[in-house]
């Protein structure tokens, strides 16, 4: 995987991209800027939501892509989203220190197991444009549906994930002793 | 970098040549321009044209 | 394109030959024809067009000399002929319109056809352009077409005026802009490839399928011609939506102009007035204000939304000890070089098995190739930074969504203040009928904007349909050798297509653009910065004009200033095709056009005294050669601002209502 190659998306999540990205005002403004700002966000949502989603493989429906120079631009933020899904999933690996190498030590080394992993980051992805689908667009039909679903769906994460965290907690996390 | 054709993307498995894509502007544009002011050739007319030039760039070497 | 004579012969009332020769020095280049109205400007500048296309706008199509033509006698005749040299390209070209009139035996007058003819001098020969070929060489010097922004006349100037006036919006300026500029070539082109129209190129290689036996492809192609016509109807439709829209809001603006004029509702109107311009402020920062929160959602979500989990991997590696030291700068290469010289840094002595020997061996857990130290040191420094900057992304969030609430709240609010001024405003008699045809005019553009907000759904699922049949279509006729070939064709035709609508684009909005501050230069030449304009996407013109307080009681009528408007747009067209012959990029070179010289009946009277001078300094500075027609009174002031810029002068003298002379001056 590693990131640094052209990126497809294909079937059904290839409509939904193309829904996410989709400019529903005047001033040709929408949700999601790029594919890309949809690759980077979805396995995050995907993981957080715990949804998982299968390759469609419906031929009829037109691919639709991130060029080399996107993913290159972005290859931190992805790779980071796939150190922080390896880091947490245990249902995929129990062993703490199992995905801690999956993460780090294991990190393209393309081996089966390895790729494997990349698979379950790809399903993540796709279910993460699943969820995103379903509660950004699937009811919007005005500029102004879009905005207000954007904004339920910011306070339902902020409710359910953020707010009992500080910034404070986390940059102490931070400053470990290394 | 002389002679290399610069093979930039597929699309839908199609090889496209870039070098090509822009020989059939450059000569699309002529064409257009030049019939304006002369007005020689009707749309149906145009069409046809513009398919041989297409293709025929695309046939060449 | 340079004029640099013109000689005519008996036509219409220039009676016998008469020739004008122009300016054509550089720093001369301004000839100044001088005639009362009715003396004759208006059948010389007739005579261009006669000569150059066989046509004039008179409705009287004889243009052989009255008193000729009566003195005429049977089987005797009399020739008309006008005959220009001009210089286009690198050629010298003398262009002859001839035509006979014959007086029969029977008294009848007959009119031959006239004749055009061409020569040319090139290295120093001069040769006749072969009959066939005259039209063509008309047509390259200066296209019939084009000719009208270059010969001006009064009328012409009249009638644009009004549309300006009237409609807030030229399409002279559109046709000008794509015309001049190169961009009507670009335009056909795209138009010749479009991809959702049946008879284009494209549409043409989805026909040229061979599509022999399969009854299912012929039935995909009904689906795709069917899908392709309801976009164009789409389309067309969106097309008329934007006019209606467009002529109800100047429809608005006229009947708000109306009820300002009404001594009782003036207060209101007043009133409605500030309220209208509050709410468009809010319309746009609302827009801003959207494009701004999506913006940064685009940037912070991926942060934002980790945070939490963020915080669990970061406890996870906190809490296990299996976080590794690195040492810094330190290679597995450093540990075997220290073990091979049996000899550590500080000098202890490194022996298989002893203490200093088993350490630096575990050492190598840590360190590069091995460790994962370093790889984990980089992940929390950006946990770090991502938690940073995501911190008050949703507090910042749900303020700028607020905010927008309190837009659209706000913008709520105007319309329905507007909404009771004008309920106000009705009750009011003589301002009742307008109020409601306001109102009227008011409801039709929420229509239509509803209707245009559907058709964009309806558009973008047709073309969803749309792609799938093609893609399904295109999965069943690839079998076929020579359809892999068509398809080629069409991959090429498609992204040539995407480029050119790139191009178009950008070409289109930056020529715009230039026009824009080509005549804004103009005005600021002229008006010293008190009058600008701007022309957005649809070619609707805007005119702000700046308070001048107390200069003087000279206010320029709305008259004078469409004509201003005019006139910048004439200098700034001419401005930028010379402009454009001296690019050199090689699309831009396709897209060339040559200089040409201006030929206006000059309004002069028409501007106040302060922009005369302004306006007969920047002309000869603008365009290559200037032939500027003006009226006895307006003399003094031409020589006065001109004088030094004119080469030639001619006055117009009338003798009679048949027999005008052209005298030089």
């Given at each position: 995987m590693l990131f640094d190659k052209e990126y497809t998306f294909y079937g059904i999540h290839a409509e939904k991209v193309r829904k996410l990205t989709f400019q529903f005002d005047k001033k040709n403004n929408s949700i999601f800027l790029s594919n890309v700002n949809v690759y980077k966000t979805a396995p995050i949502i995907g993981f957080l939501y715990q949804r998982k989603a299968e390759l469609d493989k419906t031929p009829e429906i037109k691919p639709t892509k991130i060029f080399l120079n996107e993913m290159l631009n972005h290859l931190n933020d992805l790779k980071y989203s796939y150190q922080l899904i390896m880091l947490l999933d245990t249902k995929n690996e129990s062993s703490f220190e199992e995905r801690v190498n999956k993460a780090f030590r294991y990190y393209g080394n393309e081996s089966e197991q390895t790729l494997a992993d990349e698979q379950l980051f790809e399903q993540y992805v796709r279910g993460g444009i699943d969820v995103l689908y379903e509660k950004l667009i699937e009811n919007a039909v005005n500029p102004e549906d879009y905005l207000k679903n954007l904004y339920d769906f910011m306070e339902e994460i902020n409710d359910r994930y953020n707010s009992v965290i500080t910034d404070d907690s986390i940059l102490e996390l931070c400053r470990l002793e290394i | 970098m002389k002679g290399w054709k610069l093979v930039m993307e597929n699309e839908n498995n199609i090889q496209i040549d870039k070098t090509k894509v822009k020989r059939i502007i450059y000569k699309l544009i002529l064409m257009e321009k030049d019939n304006l002011k002369t007005k020689k050739y009707n749309e149906a007319e145009m069409i046809k044209r513009i398919k041989k030039a297409i293709e025929e760039e695309i046939e060449c070497y | 394109?340079?004029?640099?004579?013109?000689?005519?012969?008996?036509?219409?009332?220039?009676?016998?030959?008469?020739?004008?020769?122009?300016?054509?020095?550089?720093?001369?280049?301004?000839?100044?024809?001088?005639?009362?109205?009715?003396?004759?400007?208006?059948?010389?500048?007739?005579?261009?067009?006669?000569?150059?296309?066989?046509?004039?706008?008179?409705?009287?199509?004889?243009?052989?000399?009255?008193?000729?033509?009566?003195?005429?006698?049977?089987?005797?005749?009399?020739?008309?002929?006008?005959?220009?040299?001009?210089?286009?390209?690198?050629?010298?070209?003398?262009?002859?319109?001839?035509?006979?009139?014959?007086?029969?035996?029977?008294?009848?007058?007959?009119?031959?056809?006239?004749?055009?003819?061409?020569?040319?001098k090139k290295d120093g020969q001069q040769e006749f352009v072969r009959p066939y070929e005259v039209d063509f060489i008309v047509k390259q010097i200066l296209p019939m077409e084009l000719s009208r922004y270059f010969f001006f006349d009064g009328e012409r100037i009249g009638n644009m005026?009004?549309?300006?006036?009237?409609?807030?919006?030229?399409?002279?300026?559109?046709?000008?802009?794509?015309?001049?500029?190169?961009?009507?070539?670009?335009?056909?082109?795209?138009?010749?490839?479009?991809?959702?129209?049946?008879?284009?190129?494209?549409?043409?290689?989805?026909?040229?399928?061979?599509?022999?036996?399969?009854?299912?492809?012929?039935?995909?192609?009904?689906?795709?011609?069917?899908?392709?016509?309801?976009?164009?109807?789409?389309?067309?439709?969106?097309?008329?939506?934007?006019?209606?829209?467009?002529?109800?809001?100047?429809?608005?603006?006229?009947l708000n102009i109306k009820l300002s004029q009404l001594p009782d509702t003036e207060r209101l109107q007043k009133e409605k007035e500030k309220l209208q311009a509050k709410l468009e402020q809010t319309q746009n920062a609302y827009a801003s204000a959207v494009s701004s929160l999506l913006k940064q959602f685009n940037k912070s979500a991926a942060s934002y939304f980790s945070q939490s989990l963020i915080k669990n991997a970061l406890e996870s590696l906190s809490k296990s000890e299996k976080l590794d030291k690195g040492i810094p700068d330190i290679h597995a290469r450093t540990i075997e070089f220290l073990i091979n010289r049996k000899i550590c840094i500080c000098g202890t002595k490194i022996e298989v098995g002893n203490e200093a020997?088993?350490?630096?061996?575990?050492?190598?857990?840590?360190?590069?190739?091995?460790?994962?130290?370093?790889?984990?040191?980089?992940?929390?420094?950006?946990?770090?930074?991502?938690?940073?900057?995501?911190?008050?992304?949703?507090?910042?969030?749900?303020?700028?969504?607020?905010?927008?609430?309190?837009?659209?709240?706000?913008?709520?609010?105007?319309?329905?203040?507007?909404?009771?001024?004008?309920?106000?405003?009705?009750?009011?008699?003589?301002?009742?009928?307008?109020?409601?045809?306001?109102?009227?005019?008011?409801?039709?553009?929420?229509?239509?904007?509803?209707?245009?907000?559907?058709?964009?759904?309806?558009?973008?699922?047709?073309?969803?349909?749309?792609?799938?049949?093609?893609?399904?279509?295109?999965?069943?006729?690839?079998?076929?050798?020579?359809?892999?070939?068509?398809?080629?064709?069409?991959?090429?035709?498609?992204?040539?297509?995407?480029?050119?609508?790139?191009?178009?684009?950008?070409?289109?909005?930056?020529?715009?653009?230039?026009?824009?501050?080509?005549?804004?230069?103009?005005?600021?030449?002229?008006?010293?910065?008190?009058?600008?304009?701007?022309?957005?996407?649809?070619?609707?013109?805007?005119?702000?004009?700046?308070?001048?307080?107390?200069?003087?009681?000279?206010?320029?009528?709305?008259?004078?200033?469409?004509?201003?408007?005019?006139?910048?747009?004439?200098?700034?067209?001419?401005?930028?095709?010379?402009?454009?012959?001296?690019?050199?990029?090689?699309?831009?070179?396709?897209?060339?056009?040559?200089?040409?010289?201006?030929?206006?009946?000059?309004?002069?009277?028409?501007?106040?005294?302060?922009?005369?001078?302004?306006?007969?300094?920047?002309?000869?500075?603008?365009?290559?050669?200037?032939?500027?027609?003006?009226?006895?009174?307006?003399?003094?002031?031409?020589?006065?601002?001109?004088?030094?810029k004119i080469g030639k002068r001619y006055l117009f003298d009338k003798k009679n209502e048949f027999e005008t002379y052209l005298m030089p001056r």
């Open positions: - | - | 394109m340079l004029l640099k004579k013109m000689k005519l012969l008996n036509f219409r009332q220039f009676i016998g030959e008469q020739t004008v020769e122009f300016a054509t020095d550089e720093n001369k280049n301004v000839t100044v024809i001088m005639g009362e109205n009715g003396s004759g400007k208006t059948t010389l500048a007739q005579a261009f067009t006669w000569c150059l296309y066989g046509n004039t706008d008179f409705d009287d199509k004889l243009v052989l000399n009255r008193n000729l033509e009566r003195q005429l006698l049977p089987g005797n005749e009399c020739v008309v002929k006008v005959e220009i040299d001009l210089t286009h390209g690198k050629t010298d070209y003398t262009i002859i319109r001839e035509q006979v009139y014959r007086r029969e035996l029977t008294g009848k007058i007959k009119v031959e056809k006239p004749e055009l003819k061409i020569k040319y005026s009004k549309e300006i006036n009237k409609k807030g919006r030229s399409d002279e300026f559109a046709q000008a802009v794509r015309g001049l500029v190169g961009l009507n070539a670009l335009i056909k082109a795209l138009e010749h490839l479009k991809p959702t129209s049946r008879h284009s190129v494209i549409g043409s290689y989805n026909k040229d399928y061979d599509f022999n036996s399969d009854v299912r492809i012929t039935q995909y192609t009904k689906e795709i011609e069917d899908y392709q016509d309801k976009l164009e109807k789409i389309d067309q439709r969106l097309n008329e939506i934007e006019n209606e829209k467009q002529i109800a809001q100047s429809k608005c603006d006229e020997y088993n350490e630096l061996k575990k050492t190598l857990e840590y360190i590069p190739p091995q460790s994962i130290g370093n790889s984990i040191a980089q992940f929390v420094k950006e946990s770090e930074s991502r938690t940073r900057y995501a911190g008050d992304f949703f507090d910042t969030f749900i303020n700028q969504y607020a905010t927008i609430r309190d837009y659209e709240n706000n913008i709520l609010q105007f319309q329905s203040d507007i909404d009771v001024i004008e309920k106000q405003m009705e009750g009011n008699e003589r301002a009742a009928g307008v109020v409601q045809e306001l109102r009227r005019y008011k409801k039709v553009i929420s229509d239509r904007q509803h209707e245009r907000d559907e058709l964009n759904q309806k558009k973008g699922s047709i073309k969803t349909s749309l792609d799938r049949a093609i893609t399904e279509r295109k999965e069943l006729t690839l079998r076929d050798e020579r359809n892999k070939k068509i398809e080629v064709y069409r991959t090429y035709a498609l992204r040539v297509f995407e480029e050119l609508s790139l191009t178009y684009k950008q070409k289109e909005s930056e020529t715009r653009k230039n026009l824009e501050i080509n005549i804004n230069e103009i005005f600021k030449s002229i008006y010293n910065g008190g009058m600008s304009l701007t022309i957005d996407d649809r070619y609707n013109i805007q005119v702000f004009v700046k308070d001048e307080i107390g200069i003087s009681n000279d206010v320029e009528t709305s008259t004078a200033q469409s004509i201003s408007i005019i006139f910048a747009f004439i200098a700034g067209i001419i401005k930028m095709a010379r402009d454009n012959s001296k690019k050199t990029d090689d699309i831009e070179t396709v897209l060339d056009t040559e200089p040409y010289p201006l030929v206006m009946d000059a309004p002069l009277s028409a501007f106040d005294k302060r922009r005369i001078k302004a306006v007969c300094t920047v002309l000869p500075n603008i365009a290559e050669q200037i032939i500027i027609f003006i009226k006895d009174t307006d003399g003094e002031i031409a020589e006065e601002h001109l004088g030094s």
